[in-house]
């Protein structure tokens, strides 16, 4: 009835292996659109992480802790949107940005250029957005990742 397990499991390869089964059996496609008639809604804003640098164990566990909550609801038959949110502004991205150009004050931005820094501060947001998506997936974290929010998107800046 059952096969027998590898004493050595290469857990990579393993991890590879049920990604891409759910991937193409459309696992979390089906999982977030269970409940797509339901009357009852919940609504969770997960705060945006900041794509700054790859997710470090302690957004891990902050991600685990907020996707319990949003599984517990889907089981209980709620509705949500499965919407996930990017920081793309602040001191952080500047300064690895700084740090990248081998900068050592705030004049140098000036004599580099500002919208050249504007832009190399977007590329890294971009470049790290894709990096924690791909890790969020790794974590089983199922949200509508095409439809992400990002606080340094034009039309947020030129709403508020």
């Known amino acids: 009835m059952f096969k027998p397990v590898d004493s050595k499991v290469n857990f990579p390869e393993l991890e590879e292996t049920i990604l891409k089964w759910w991937e193409n059996n459309e696992i979390p496609k089906k999982y977030m659109s269970r409940n797509e008639s339901s009357k009852k809604r919940y609504s969770f804003i997960d705060g945006p992480i900041t794509a700054n ?10 991600r685990s802790y907020k996707d319990l909550f949003a599984r517990f609801r889907t089981m209980q038959g709620y509705k949500q949107r499965y919407q996930n949110g990017f920081d793309g502004q602040g001191l952080w991205i500047e300064v690895e940005v700084e740090k990248e150009l081998g900068f050592s004050s705030k004049t140098d931005i000036e004599s580099y250029g500002v919208d050249k820094f504007v ?4 590329e890294r947001v971009q470049r790290f ?3 924690i998506t791909k890790q969020s997936k790794q974590l089983a974290y199922w949200m509508h990742w095409d439809n992400s929010y990002h606080t340094m998107a034009d039309n947020n ?3 508020i």
Request: glycine fraction near 10%; include cysteine; aromatic fraction near 10%.
């Open 129 to 131: 957005s894709d990096v």
């Open 53 to 62: 640098n790859p997710m470090g164990v302690h957004h891990a566990w902050g």
């Open 119 to 122: 832009t190399l501060c977007k």
């Open 157 to 159: 800046n030129y709403t």
